[in-house]
């Protein structure tokens, strides 16, 4: 079964509309799909492609208590009425992340690199971040690409960086379960060991999903985040993250054994 349940556009870092990850969705037969924009939800009414179960779907940023590192979960709609609430939570949250880039561009200046950063905070209800920040960097020339750009200013505690001091993960997976939301860990290879004691901590507060299928894993690394999915008794979700065309995944949508896929059709339609 071809999924794509990690995908980004305009609304938050990505590179195409809405409509656009949509269409290219299409093309590629995706059978389920939901836009997963960093905590925004604004372009889920019109990423619809042809042909596939779609679902409403956000990439939460959540402050890590025990590292204090940005953990991303995925959260998908099943319908409740409560997914209208946690809309509304996570929306409040946007004025932080846009404060937090406009510092982030004040510290650029002092090392020299001047970056206007009001066009890319323009349009409303955009959800923006360190890849928007680091696209600026390269059009303005201060960087040739922008693994550049993240490896000399945007990285992780870096000169550049500020804390993005968001949802913490407790109460992120609280507000997704309020929401019957299904919980999965992105990119989880990022966490590495850690990513798996978060999975075993976290199990019975939500976080009952893991993305073995990410667009970018060799076969080496798909089958470890299946053996601790296995393990812990979560299901597997599958991804491109992808945010454009200049993306290494050049497109959206990743395969599932049809077994796989089958269990996770009914994890994200349970109530």
């Given amino acids: 079964m071809r999924c794509e349940l990690h995908c980004h556009s ?3 870092d990505g590179t195409e509309t809405p409509e656009q990850v949509a269409t290219r969705a299409a093309a590629r037969k995706v059978e389920i799909f939901a836009l997963t924009d960093h905590d925004t939800c604004a372009g ?5 492609p042809a042909g596939a179960r779609v679902l409403r779907g956000v990439e939460l940023s959540c402050d890590d208590p025990e590292t204090g590192r940005t953990i991303h979960v995925l959260a998908y709609d099943r319908g409740h009425p409560g997914w209208a609430d946690l809309a509304t939570r996570i929306a409040s949250l946007g004025e932080a992340r846009r404060n937090r880039l406009r510092v982030m561009t004040a510290r650029l200046a002092q090392r020299g690199i001047r970056i206007d950063v009001e066009p890319l905070l323009a349009a409303t209800g955009r959800s923006v971040g360190r890849p928007d920040l680091a696209r600026a960097m390269v059009k303005a020339g201060a960087v040739t690409s922008m693994k550049e750009a993240f490896s000399r200013h945007l990285y992780d505690g870096g000169p550049v960086d500020v ?3 968001a949802l913490s993960l407790p109460d992120a997976l609280a507000l997704g379960v309020a929401a019957d939301a299904a919980l999965g860990l992105a990119h989880p290879h990022l966490y590495d060991d850690h990513g798996v004691r978060l999975l075993r901590q976290y199990r019975d507060q939500g976080l009952t999903g893991v ?3 990410y667009g970018s894993y060799d076969p080496r690394e798909r089958a470890r985040w299946i053996g601790v999915a296995d393990e812990l008794g979560l299901v597997c979700t599958g991804g491109s993250d992808w ?3 200049d993306d290494a ?3 959206p949508g990743v395969d599932l054994p049809a077994d796989r896929g089958a269990r996770l059709v009914e994890w994200l339609t349970a109530s």
């Fill in 163 to 165: 804390p993005h001091h």
């Fill in 243 to 245: 945010h454009g065309p």
């Fill in 249 to 251: 995944t050049s497109q």
């Fill in 44 to 48: 889920s009414a019109a990423a619809i």
């Fill in 10 to 12: 305009t609304c938050s």
């Fill in 211 to 213: 993305e073995a299928f």
